[in-house]
């Protein structure tokens, strides 16, 4: 785990949303298919909202081709991020990260919930609820999501498949309602669905 000693000031940006009598962060979901542009974008809108940006991954590099993808996407990566590997405990990461870093991109969320799908005891609903509720909660933060958008394909064919198409995209709709700004990426192409794209240039 890396962290950085050095931080820029923190800035707190006038858009809101609220959950509840909860006041939010000016917050980002962005959904798109593999190879779409969706993570470079993730990128670029953490890098025009601070110097300094959080990076938590949620990948497990569980065989030899998982982990090459982990360090392309590492040298990929600007050098100004400061990352964390969290591949189970997701609320708790942002929430430490939210005290220290203006800009936060997660990445990626249908990761995080295939990780804890390999859990039997884990109960992916409570997850999902603790997430929300930390989300709306951090304030001072921008916290940006990135995350597939699996329910474009056919019906899977097994139960399991089928229930983890259905919580990741509840997952979506519960963000979806909190985030200032919501984005389907193809081709490279952000389409806004909620929000403004912000100036990344």
Request: negative net charge; hydrophobic residues 45%.
């Amino acid at each position: 785990m890396c962290i950085r000693t050095q931080l820029g000031p923190k800035t707190n940006f006038s858009m809101k949303a609220d959950i509840g009598n909860v006041m939010g962060g000016h917050h980002f979901l962005i959904l798109g298919g593999a190879r779409s542009g969706k993570s470079a974008l993730a990128e670029k809108t953490a890098l025009s909202l601070s110097d300094n940006p959080a990076y938590i991954a949620t990948a497990q590099a569980q065989d030899g081709e998982m982990a090459a993808r982990v360090s392309q996407h590492r040298r990929e990566r600007n050098d100004a991020f400061t990352t964390f590997e969290e591949p189970l405990n997701l609320a708790e990461a942002i929430k430490n990260a939210a005290s220290l870093y203006e800009a936060i991109v997660v990445d990626c969320l249908t990761l995080w919930m295939s990780n804890l799908g390999q859990l039997s005891e884990v109960d992916r609903t409570e997850k999902i609820e603790a997430l929300v509720q930390v989300l709306a909660q951090v304030q001072n933060s921008d916290v940006i999501f990135v995350s597939n958008e699996v329910g474009l394909g056919i019906v899977p064919a097994n139960s399991m498949a089928r229930n983890f198409r259905d919580e990741t995209g509840i997952l979506h709709q519960r963000l979806g309602a909190i985030c200032t700004n919501v984005m389907l990426v193809v081709a490279g192409l952000p389409l806004m669905l909620k929000g403004e794209l912000p100036k990344t240039d």
